[in-house]
């Protein structure tokens, strides 16, 4: 140990207040905006506490209501500890220990034979972001799918139709720094829910309105942040492009416009024009029920508010039509020219402010030529039950629990039980997805494995280091793919490369941001901020094909959309499907829970305790107009499927549109059906991205579960442990 590693020992270790606990550093993992320092407890070689590490300048020395309980994950009587191989029918959860070496060979005695019979394409990867670490994310996993020539998975579920909005418009994914938002005058956060889902932003934004800065969030639902804020905007779902090209019509119409700007740093000016002089602010007030003179005060507040800033979500651009969404709205900063601003601009995702060497991590010249084929990830119950030429017959789930997450349920439920089908999960609990798998492996978790931890919303690059042991035979999926690649003789040397060499790779690529950035400092230091200007794009310096914003665009055009913008209609909506509107007249939308992270918390008795009961939340008007009240209970259903939910009334939405919290594990809720049973496996407009706020539904009063209050048990299922 240094002098100065010595100092920042003693000093982690003066607040423990038990001599016999060690306080180490850890970094949350989960798929999450924030991407938290945590401080661990350990005693005994057992973490006891998990607490905020106030070291962190952006998260502030506190966690949110879910990672504050991290150990009561860690040590839960979920936990896969072992591998294990199914002995009873899919889906009813009956399991034998097995040992590594007799799940590794199974494996790959299967996968030989699936390729041997149906070729290598027959085999599907299915992961996403159980955790975001950048080695635990996507690396060693990428290698041996792409060595084998399995089919490629398209990584859609959450945030590719922005993702495509973004790199059409700006060149890449980078905004504003937050710790710099503290100095706009005006934050629009505009569907993101602050207040549940990227909680740190929320003391930015008070701090920005004790200086003077004026709150407006733009959301369908009116969920605390939006109570809160100075003016909440209430569009229906889906129709966000129509309100921005009617608050830029009023812009044009008022010369609202930074000129010099245009000029110097966008292409395509005319074709936006011509757009938005299509849209006034009349004819946006009828699509999107914000009134003519609401978006008239929009477009004046935003023009006159320097800095400004648009802080994005993605629950936006979750619709058949959202990557028009995301792609109007940042179209907006290069018209009034707030990208000049320190702390002003357009803030979706920072992913593009680190530059990490993927193809090393990755090494996609791994991969046959021609390419495998992609299959969409929200379209798995369709891979699963219609994809022919292969045919999928085996199936390797890790970081994410599809049975829960994939959209259209059903689908993906049928495709989960055939029996043909071979099925590999890697996880840290056992599941619902584990249910329907021919083997279950065991997953470290955070505080069990190295990984090197980014932030798509802040700037600060962070290591995090094994707390405690690894628990049971719980590997890292690095190790697991490594141990996979030799049961399967793949010879490569990438496949022996370190957790360390991953992570010196993942430095590697010459990136401006990581200058001086090493594995050893990481080591060090703990947490670094990457090298980036604080206003990126000050003076242009776009990374589109012109260099300049494009508000026309030649990569837009050749997937068939607009080459501007323009807005369609979701593809259920009173517009874009009346006719199915007659029939399931309420628009529902299934943004994030409070105290689960996607299906991540939500066994957990304490998260279910806090968030109560699988919850509906419905306009007066609706309520009413079903005779239901408060604590009802209410069947809510399409022609997809139906789930019980209990019934909350108020001012939450515009009338006909309804909220559905996500997500509750299946076995947790009332009929053991999951809320993703009426969600829509359509893609959205660009990068085939999930459409989870795209639904029609109808809603009627059902009888109360059994049980009131209703009190999910875990004994609902019987998990068979060794
Ligand atoms: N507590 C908690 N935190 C989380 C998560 C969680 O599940 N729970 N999930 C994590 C993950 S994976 C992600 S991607 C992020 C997601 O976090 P967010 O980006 O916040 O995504 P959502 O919760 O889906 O939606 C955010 C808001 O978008 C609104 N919205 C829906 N449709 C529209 C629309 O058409 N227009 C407008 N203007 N708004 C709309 C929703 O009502 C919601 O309030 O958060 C992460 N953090
Ligand atoms: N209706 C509706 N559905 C949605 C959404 C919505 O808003 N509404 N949100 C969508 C969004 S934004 C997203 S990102 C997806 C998320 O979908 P998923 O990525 O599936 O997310 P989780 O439900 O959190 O499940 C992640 C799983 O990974 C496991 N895991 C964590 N770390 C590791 C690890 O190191 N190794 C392995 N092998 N496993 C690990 C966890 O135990 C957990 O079971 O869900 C989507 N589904
Ligand atoms: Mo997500």
Partial sequence: MSDTEKVGAARLQSRAKDPDVTVKKAVCPHDCWDTCSMLVHVKDGRAVRVMGDPDNPVTRGYLCVKTNHYEERVYSPDRVLYPM????????????????????????????QVTAEHGAEAILPYSYAGTIGVLQYGSMDRRFFHRLGASRLGRTICASAGGEAMVATLGTKQGPDPEDMVHAKLIVVWGVNVTSSNTHQWPIIQE?????????????????GAREADWHISPRPGTDTAFVLGVMNALFAEDLLDHDYIDKYTTGFEQLAQKAAQWTPERAAAVTGVSADDIRKFARLWHASRPGVLRVGYGLQRHTNGGSIVRAIAMLPALTGHWRDRGGGFLLSQSGSYGFNSAALERPDLMPSPMPREINMIELGKALTEVANPPVKALFVYNSNPANVAPNASRVLAGLSREDLFTVVHEQLFTDTCKWADIVLPATTQLEHLDLMYSYWHLYLQLNEPAIERLGEAVPNTELFRRLAAAMGLTDPCFRDSDEDLVRQALSAGSPYLEGITLERL????????????????????????????????????????????????????????????????????????????????????????????????????????????GDWARVFNDRGSVRLQVQVGDWSLAGVAVSPSLWWSRFMPDGVGLNVLTLDTPADYGGGASFHTNLVQVEKAEAPEGQPWVPTPDRYQLIKN
């Fill in 208 to 224: 920005a309105r004790r200086r003077g800065a004026t709150l407006v969030v733009i959301d369908p639902y009116r969920y605390k």
């Fill in 523 to 630: 080591q060090a230091e703990q947490i670094i901020k990457v090298k980036r200007a604080p206003a990126p794009f000050a003076e242009g310096g776009f990374k589109t094909p012109s260099g300049k914003v494009e508000f026309y665009s030649e990569t837009l055009a050749r997937t068939g959309n607009d080459p501007v913008v323009d807005y369609v209609p979701p593809a259920e909506s009173v517009d874009g499907s009346p006719e199915l509107a007659r029939k399931y007249p309420i628009h529902l939308i299934t943004p994030a829970a409070h105290h689960f992270l996607n299906t991540t918390f939500a066994n957990m008795a304490r998260m279910m305790k806090n968030e109560g009961a699988p919850t509906v939340y419905l306009n007066f008007a609706d309520a009413k107009e079903r005779g239901l009240q408060s």
């Fill in 85 to 112: 191989r199914r002995t009873g029918p899919k889906g009813t959860g009956q399991f034998e220990r097995i040992t590594w070496d007799e799940a590794l060979a199974e494996i790959a005695a299967r996968f030989r």
